[in-house]
């Protein structure tokens, strides 16, 4: 998940709750508004009823016509009971049922005075009043239909509420955190297109002391540095590798004419002529080192041209057979390879050279009967080529660190070589966006695939 997600969602998540929490407080305040103002209610319907029996003087055939005409008053769906100083039902406002009371609730009005069940449904509501000298017993029960419906209305709409401004919470929050970190997505192109060949590019920096600027005028001191470093580690292996590409070659001329006489003994001979061998190598290597400090992947697409890799592994073959003419090839194109293919491939073909050059020096090192047998299979979106020898195979615990630096396995004791035949190759294969992979299909045989994209 994205910076810019996660401050949105976090931003988005923290609000919410926030509101919430903010709304709950409402509704619960409301429930509690809503009990109480209903509760005043019941005792000013009590004061009413209250100040009635009071002025009444003929109460039991006054109270039918005075309840009828105010009883939706105050409260709704209201029920009245009025008891004598005996706890005697003396009146009721209920006439289709039969009337039921808790006498319970009686008892506890002698001690409270005045008796408020809230819980209950209906809600009761149930004192004790001393009129003209009597204790009468007033129970009313009524049902808060107003302010039950009001409270749903209001809980319908806090929900509402809630939805609507997390929708536009989590909108904002990821609108807003995008225009405050596009500077940063902005830093992040320009990053990732620096790269070994662009070292000197430099980011442009606003003028401002927020955070993203200091970072942007850190990484171009960084870049600074690392061009520094980078340009002196390429200029020395340029200078050396170009260096010592002189003495070597005077070797390589001198060698070839002391083979040349005939004065040499038979050990003499064969000494100067591994040396020669030597001296080849070693040319290999410091041209190979030389060709790489040209180029990185970027630069070196600009190059690329149409390359026939047939063409590539013959002239990689022929430059091998001259230091090892016993070497032989088998040649084959796979019968799964339409009559159409091309066998082209974009790439620089002298890099390739190399690739192919350290394979085929492998395959006359290491096999058994110096026979190289290439497969070329080329399909619509790739194109491999397949180096076969017979010989000592890599273990399993050496292939995973094969094509590091320096890596020779057991099978290369008393064998000269530098190591890093398969790492070059591997490093130009990479800069084609192709890949080497090495596998043992059977006992005593080596097999290395190179795989281009195309």
């Not at 009025?82 to 009721?92: D, G, M, P, R, T």
């Not at 809600?123 to 419906?149: F, M, P």
């Not at 500077?183 to 003028?207: C, F, M, R, Y």
């Not at 580690?233 to 001329?253: G, L, N, V, W, Y």
Request: aromatic residues 12%; contains cysteine; hydrophobic residues 40%.
């Amino acid at each position: 998940m994205s910076l810019k997600r996660k401050i949105a969602l976090t931003l988005s998540i923290s609000f919410s709750l926030l509101f919430g929490i903010v709304l709950i407080i409402i509704y619960v305040s409301f429930n509690d508004f809503r009990k109480e103002e209903f509760k005043e209610r019941f005792v000013r319907r009590l004061d009413f009823t209250t100040n009635f029996i009071s002025k009444s003087k003929n109460f039991e055939n006054e109270a039918p016509i005075f309840f009828n005409e105010n009883s939706d008053n105050v409260l709704l769906n209201e029920t009245i009971l009025i008891f004598n100083a005996k706890k005697e039902l003396i009146y009721s406002t209920i006439k289709d049922r039969k009337v039921t009371w808790d006498k319970a609730l009686l008892k506890d009005v002698d001690q409270k005075k005045a008796v408020h069940q809230e819980n209950t449904y209906p809600e009761v509501y149930a004192a004790l009043k001393n009129i003209n000298g009597e204790n009468y017993y007033i129970l009313t029960s009524a049902y808060d239909t107003n302010g039950q419906s009001k409270l749903d209305y209001l809980k319908y709409l806090l929900i509402t509420a809630f939805i609507t401004c997390t929708l536009l919470i989590g909108f904002f929050s990821y609108y807003f955190m995008g225009k405050f970190l596009q500077p940063l997505e902005d830093l992040n192109k320009e990053i990732s297109e620096v790269t070994a060949h662009k070292l000197t590019t430099q980011i442009q920096v606003e003028q401002s002391n927020d955070e993203i600027s200091i970072l942007a005028q850190s990484f171009n001191t960084m870049i600074v540095r690392l061009n520094d470093v980078f340009q002196s580690q390429k200029d020395f292996t340029a200078s050396a590798s170009h260096e010592i590409r002189t003495p070597i070659t005077r070797m390589a001329f001198q060698l070839e004419n002391l083979i040349k006489l005939e004065q040499h003994s038979t050990e003499t001979l064969s000494a100067l002529r591994q040396m020669l061998k030597d001296v080849y190598q070693l040319s290999d290597l410091t041209n190979s080192l030389l060709l790489l400090t040209k180029f990185d992947k970027e630069n070196i697409q600009t190059i690329y041209e149409e390359v026939r890799i047939d063409e590539v592994i013959f002239e990689s073959f022929e430059r091998v057979q001259n230091s090892f003419p016993n070497l032989t090839m088998d040649f084959l194109i796979s019968e799964s390879t339409s009559d159409q293919a091309f066998l082209t491939i974009k790439g620089v073909q002298s890099l390739l050279n190399i690739v192919f050059i350290n394979l085929f020096k492998n395959a006359a090192v290491y096999s058994d009967d110096s026979e190289a047998k290439v497969l070329i299979t080329e399909t619509e979106s790739q194109l491999s080529v397949d180096v076969i020898s017979a010989g000592n195979t890599i273990s399993l615990e050496e292939q995973p660190k094969l094509f590091d630096a320096f890596m020779r396995g057991n099978n290369s004791q008393n064998i000269t070589g530098s190591g890093l035949g398969l790492r070059i190759a591997k490093r130009i294969l990479e800069y084609h966006n192709a890949k080497i992979k090495y596998h043992s299909p059977t006992e005593n045989t080596n097999k290395f695939t190179v795989t281009f994209n195309k």
